[in-house]
Nanobody
Framework: QVQLVESGGGSVQPGGSLRLSCAAS?????????MSWYRQVPGKERELVASIVRGGTTTYSDSVQGRFTISGVDAENTGYLQMNNPKAEDTAVYYCSVHSWTGVQSPWGQGTRVTVSS
């Protein structure tokens, strides 16, 4: 079973940058079809932020389009979310998720907290 570990969160000032990592274990990289990043704030549903599928097609929510960049798993089974020019409203706990080629979604990891504040 795939296990995900998110890291790289922390405090960042508006206009700065931060890179989140998602390390996947328990599955070969070629078995992963897609990777997605979600975020959640207290009292709200988990929100899809960005996705990437094999072949490189990416999708982003309107709120992060042009500021965030997602990359798929590399040879070390790690994917990334590059956060540029973050805003206060990007403050949340960020989670990654992967799907296999058969559509099976991985269990959620523990998430990594991002706080954007001056």
């Amino acid at each position: 079973q795939v296990q995900l570990v998110e890291s790289g969160g922390g405090s960042v000032q508006p206009g700065g940058s931060l890179r989140l990592s998602c390390a996947a274990s328990g599955a070969a990289s070629h078995a992963i079809y897609s990777m997605s990043w979600y975020r959640q704030v207290p009292g709200k549903e988990r929100e899809l932020v960005a996705s990437i599928v094999r072949g490189g097609t990416t999708t982003y929510s309107d709120s992060v389009q042009g500021r965030f960049t997602i990359s798929g798993v590399d040879a070390e089974n790690t994917g990334y979310l590059q956060m540029n020019n973050p805003k206060a409203e990007d403050t949340a706990v960020y989670y990654c998720s992967v799907h296999s080629w058969t559509g099976v979604q991985s269990p959620w990891g523990q998430g990594t907290r991002v706080t954007v504040s001056s």
